[in-house]
């Protein structure tokens, strides 16, 4: 189970750099990784829908409802990152997202989303993915190289599509009914 601090450690090293204890040190490095990762985090865990932060709840409506256009309004939960699927006893519902509200005609809602879960949660992949992330934010500050900060954006972007080939293939595959527009479109 990694930390933001391990993590940004391991950056790093692999970097040739020396180690953090805090990202409130009073170092260059301890800097840099306090102003880089917050994004790098938030831009790699909305980025896919990685199964390890997917989390399901069922929302009841607000009290008060939208000023127009739909009969009512959802809050999503406090970790909620980036929305999945919204549906009604498994059935998909039209609906709009807006201002952290999903607004919807239903008077309960099944919502798949993704969580902004701590690192501690995150599997081994997603938790490699972002030290790569940090090794190419970082490589040119800490090395002063544009030829290392470019080959470090290629293999992240290599690691980034067996990353998101691996946690994907972890789900079934998504099957389409006969009278799916998927299947009607191509005949």
């Known amino acids: 189970m ?19 204890a805090s990202l409130t040190e009073n170092t260059d490095r301890a ?12 831009d790699v865990l909305r980025a896919h829908p990685w199964n390890c932060l997917v ?8 009290a ?11 809050a999503v939960p406090g970790d909620f990152l980036r929305l999945l699927d919204v549906s009604v006893n498994r ?18 809602l099944d919502v798949r989303y993704l969580a902004d879960l701590p690192e501690s949660a ?13 090794v190419k934010d970082l490589a040119y500050p800490i090395t002063k190289s544009t030829s290392l900060a470019q080959l470090k ?19 079934p595959p998504e099957e389409f009914s006969s009278n799916s527009p998927f299947l009607e479109a191509r005949l």
Do not use: H
């Open 122 to 134: 995150w599997d081994a992949n997603l938790t490699d993915i972002m030290i790569k992330r940090m």
């Open 55 to 62: 989390r399901r709840v069922q929302l009841a409506p607000l």
């Open 2 to 20: 990694a930390t933001n601090i391990e993590i940004c450690t391991n950056a790093l090293l692999l970097l040739g750099d020396s180690a953090i």
């Open 91 to 108: 059935c998909q519902v039209d609906f709009e997202y807006e201002d952290r509200k999903i607004l919807a005609n239903a008077t309960v």
């Open 31 to 42: 800097r840099r990784c306090a102003n880089i990762y917050p994004q790098a985090r938030r």
């Open 64 to 74: 008060q409802a939208p000023a127009f256009g739909w009969n009512q309004q959802f």
């Open 153 to 171: 954006a290629q293999e992240f972007e290599v690691a980034w599509k067996r990353a998101k080939s691996v946690d994907g293939q972890e789900n």
